[in-house]
């Protein structure tokens, strides 16, 4: 079941990261040490910014995603922070997290989803473009001092995948 984050939920979204950040270093700009040094005040605010659904599964926080304002693009927002449990992998709790970002998207009238990702993480770049994100050419590096890991950039272009996602986003939650 995806629930979306609230306030006060700070404590629940420190828990996850740090794990998605220990677990899957190489994937996110963030690291586990910057990240285990912020404060409550500060994961709170990321939940008041940043719109956050995680996986809830027996009880427990086991993926999530969420989405932010793209940076120079009106129209466009970011999937980011992307992680599934080990334990919950291979039977679509992404989907199901990225279809919930794409709603959120749609909500506030975005025409495109961009994210980046690791050139070597394949898992990730063949559920993204399953789900309909396409390679746009552009290129860029994890902040330094990694700045050795690639990444890609994808867009998903919202008006042209409505029914597949939102297909896929049932059968992933099911
Ligand atoms: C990428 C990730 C979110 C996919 O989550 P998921 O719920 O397993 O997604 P899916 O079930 O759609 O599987 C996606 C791909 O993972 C691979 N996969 C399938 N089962 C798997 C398993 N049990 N364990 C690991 N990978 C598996 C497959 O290549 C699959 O693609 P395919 O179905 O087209 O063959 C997850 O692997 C993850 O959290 N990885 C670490 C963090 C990360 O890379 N985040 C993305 C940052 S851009």
Same mark, same amino acid.
């Given at each position: 079941?995806?629930?979306?984050?609230?306030?006060? *939920?700070?404590?629940?979204?420190?828990?996850?990261?740090?794990? !998605?950040?220990?677990?899957? /270093?190489? !994937?996110?700009? $963030?690291?586990?040490?910057?990240?285990?040094?912020?404060?409550?005040?500060?994961?709170?605010?990321?939940?008041?910014?940043?719109?956050?659904?995680?996986?809830?599964? %027996?009880?427990? *926080?086991?993926?999530?995603?969420?989405?932010?304002? #793209?940076?120079?693009?009106?129209?466009?927002?970011?999937?980011?922070?992307?992680?599934?449990?080990?334990?919950?992998?291979?039977?679509?709790?992404?989907? !199901?997290?990225?279809?919930?970002?794409?709603?959120?998207?749609?909500?506030?009238?975005?025409?495109?989803?961009?994210? *980046?990702?690791?050139? #070597?993480?394949? /898992?990730?770049?063949?559920?993204?473009?399953?789900?309909?994100?396409?390679?746009? %050419?552009?290129?860029?590096?994890?902040?330094?001092?990694?700045? #050795?890991?690639?990444?890609?950039?994808?867009?998903?272009?919202?008006?042209?995948?409505?029914? $597949?996602?939102?297909?896929?986003?049932?059968?992933?939650?099911?």
């Amino acid at each position: 079941m995806i629930e979306r984050l609230r306030r006060g *939920d700070g404590a629940r979204l420190r828990a996850i990261r740090l794990r !998605a950040l220990a677990d899957a /270093p190489e !994937a996110f700009g $963030s690291t586990l040490a910057e990240s285990e040094a912020r404060s409550v005040v500060e994961w709170e605010a990321q939940i008041e910014a940043l719109p956050t659904f995680v996986w809830r599964e %027996g009880g427990a *926080d086991l993926g999530m995603v969420r989405g932010a304002p #793209h940076d120079s693009d009106l129209d466009a927002g970011y999937l980011i922070s992307m992680w599934v449990a080990p334990e919950a992998r291979g039977r679509g709790v992404a989907d !199901a997290l990225v279809g919930e970002v794409v709603a959120w998207a749609r909500g506030r009238g975005l025409r495109r989803l961009v994210l *980046d990702v690791g050139e #070597h993480n394949v /898992p990730a770049r063949r559920l993204y473009g399953r789900l309909g994100f396409v390679a746009t %050419g552009g290129t860029g590096t994890l902040p330094g001092p990694r700045t #050795h890991l690639r990444e890609v950039e994808m867009v998903m272009e919202l008006a042209e995948s409505r029914g $597949s996602v939102t297909a896929r986003t049932v059968d992933g939650a099911g």
